[in-house]
């Protein structure tokens, strides 16, 4: 399920696929529904819209049957998730219905993030590394935005994984607080912020974020909202390219490697190599442990998991350099032209 709580954000990004028909502001000011009342209307909207595939063609009974149960929720759709002031209880809502969350939230409300409670996965969107590309890119509302920009980075850091030693009289004991993976997610757009490699190596020390995920951008059309220099195909990076500058970025982070690809949705995965044991990468979640995990935390009050305890070993077909590219051999790729495979 892919929903927002908050259809408003305090942005007017370039490639906003909303296309800027939904309000913007800097702090709620609007009439709030219940996390009762989301929850309920969300998972009634979202199973009422999987019905409308019964009968397509192409669409696989199985997995028509295996989609009447919400697994997982990327609660990233259009605006910004973390505004919504009754966020925590939602999240709590939905783990507690066994459902898996990904936060995205667009690194303008540091505190908000400070707030929030453990996620399955927590992105910040690092749409540019300088002041100068963010407002380009962007537009943002605020005007600190590069200091909320850089304190939600910060706040990611504090997000993740790391270790408080506690020295006693005879031993050490280290007691590991928050835990939830977290992600720089790079929406790259040719023209706006594929340069500044150097800048975005150097973000990487503020968030220590387990994560970078790069892909190119989607062209959603241009509407009279696009602004004076609107998007065309042309600003849409070949996968090729989103490789050489994840590749490039890589070079320069010592800690971080390229772990995974999707060709078909023109995205890399750049990894901490923390995620990598005896030479196998980890990328994957175990989200049964996760859940496990996050209910001990949420009885007991006391943070006692990292990102590390709930992954999972990467597939083969997902690694980098594999020929399936990411492609699951298990499912069937359709061309829409068979000859030359695009
Ligand atoms: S933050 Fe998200 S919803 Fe807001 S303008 Fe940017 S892409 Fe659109």
Redesign the pocket.
């Known amino acids: 399920m892919e929903t927002t709580p908050s259809l408003a954000?305090?942005?007017?990004?370039v490639?906003?696929?909303?296309h800027?028909t939904?309000p913007?502001g800097t702090e709620w000011k609007w009439a709030m529904d219940s996390p009762e009342v989301i929850f309920k209307g969300v998972t009634e909207s979202h199973y009422q819209m999987v019905k409308q595939f019964k009968g397509v063609p192409g669409v696989v009974a199985e997995k028509l049957k295996d989609a009447f149960t919400i697994k997982h929720c990327a609660l990233s759709l259009?605006?910004?998730p973390i505004m919504y002031p009754e966020i925590n209880k939602l999240v709590g809502m939905l783990h507690a219905a066994n459902v898996s969350t990904f936060l995205v939230t667009?690194a303008q409300f540091p505190d908000a993030i400070r707030n929030l409670v453990p996620v399955t996965q927590l992105y910040v969107?690092v749409d540019a590394s300088t002041k100068d590309s963010l407002k380009k890119i962007?537009r943002p509302l605020f005007k600190d935005f590069w200091e909320r920009f850089i304190h939600s980075l910060e706040a990611l850091s504090a997000k993740g994984d790391f270790l408080i030693l506690i020295s006693m009289m005879f031993s050490s004991t280290q007691l590991a607080v928050s835990g939830q993976r977290t992600v720089y997610r790079l929406t790259l757009v040719k023209g706006f912020n594929v340069e500044e490699i150097k800048q975005y190596a150097d973000r990487f020390s503020l968030g220590k974020p387990d994560f970078v995920e790069v892909k190119g951008v989607t062209y959603c059309g241009t509407t009279k909202n696009s602004g004076k220099a609107p998007l065309s195909m042309s600003n849409v990076p070949f996968h090729e390219e989103v490789i050489s500058f994840c590749q490039q970025l890589a070079d320069l982070c010592a800690d971080y490697e390229i772990a995974s690809e999707h060709e078909h949705s023109n995205c890399v995965l750049i990894a901490h190599k923390k995620f990598k044991r005896a030479g196998l990468w980890h990328t994957w979640i175990d989200y049964d442990k996760f859940h496990q995990l996050n209910s001990e935390f949420v009885r007991s009050g006391r943070p006692s998991f990292s990102s590390v305890d709930y992954m999972q070993p990467t597939p083969e077909w997902a690694l980098f350099g594999c020929k399936e590219r990411g492609f699951d051999p298990c499912e069937t790729r359709w061309f829409r032209n068979k000859n030359n495979k695009v």
């Open positions: 954000c305090a942005n007017k990004c490639f906003c696929w909303r800027h939904n913007v259009v605006g910004e667009n969107s962007d």
